[in-house]
């Protein structure tokens, strides 16, 4: 399976602090996307970055790819509140992006 | 949320009988997906849709069927439904390359006693 791993599972930080969530995936990719969830919600996309691509911002967040160690990052920096979520990773496969393969996902609690 | 609507919100019923849960959208997209998220497993893909008539199995389809007739329905039937099948079930819809991100309904939470 090429199911992305989170890491943390469950991460507790302070507003204001940046927050970090790890993803390792097993196969080659065409892209990687991650998500937000928030309690008793449906996910919503956050952003997409392509194996070709190393870094991507997008304005509080920020994703890495390292498609050498098969992993990628998603850091949220200076963290309020409202982040509060389940963040979760998924993956496609080289042979296209029928099947999204989702991480069991990092809980994001940020405490005021 | 994207236009996109899952139905029922909420079902209980019972081991062995079946369920059909659907999901609609209004964004004329081509791909459609269910997910089943279960604590410790994350989402994971059951069946999805490419196009209206053509489906193809995720990694858990096992006990679950689905059809879609037209662009805008995709269903999700239990034939005859197990306690391991309760769950919250999400649709998905995708517009297609180069947009690949996916757009979730609310979920449908379904408890089989």
């Known amino acids: 399976s090429q199911q992305g791993e989170e890491d943390p599972q469950a991460l507790s930080i302070q507003e204001g602090e940046n927050a970090t969530m790890n993803c390792s995936y097993k196969?080659?990719?065409?892209?990687l996307q991650w998500y937000r969830q928030n309690s008793g919600r449906g996910l919503v996309h956050l952003i997409l970055?392509?194996?070709?691509?190393r870094e991507k911002h997008s304005g509080r967040l920020r994703v890495t790819l390292d498609t050498s160690k098969k992993s990628s990052s998603l850091l949220i920096t200076a963290s309020r509140a409202a982040d509060t979520a389940s963040y979760f990773c998924?993956?496609?496969?080289?042979?296209?992006?029928?099947?999204?393969?989702f991480g069991q996902g990092t809980r994001l609690t940020i405490n005021p | 949320d994207a236009g996109i609507t899952q139905s029922p919100r909420h079902k209980v019923t019972e081991t062995g009988t079946p369920v059909t849960l659907r999901c609609h959208q209004t964004?004329?997209?081509?791909?459609m997906y269910w997910y089943r998220q279960d604590p410790g497993h994350g989402l994971r893909l059951i069946h999805y849709?490419?196009?209206?008539?053509?489906?193809d199995k995720g990694e858990v389809s096992d006990g679950y069927s689905v059809s879609r007739s037209k662009t805008e329905d995709f269903l999700l039937t239990l034939e005859s439904a197990t306690s391991s099948q309760t769950s919250v079930y999400f649709c998905?819809?995708?517009?297609?390359?180069?947009?690949?991100?996916?757009?979730f309904g609310s979920g449908t939470q379904l408890s089989v006693l």
């Open positions: 998905a819809i995708r517009s297609g390359q180069p947009n690949e991100k996916l757009f």
């Open positions: 196969t080659s990719i065409n892209n």
């Open positions: 970055i392509r194996s070709n691509e």
């Open positions: 998924a993956t496609d496969g080289i042979q296209g992006a029928q099947k999204l393969v």
């Open positions: 964004e004329n997209h081509r791909y």
């Open positions: 849709s490419y196009g209206v008539k053509d489906t």
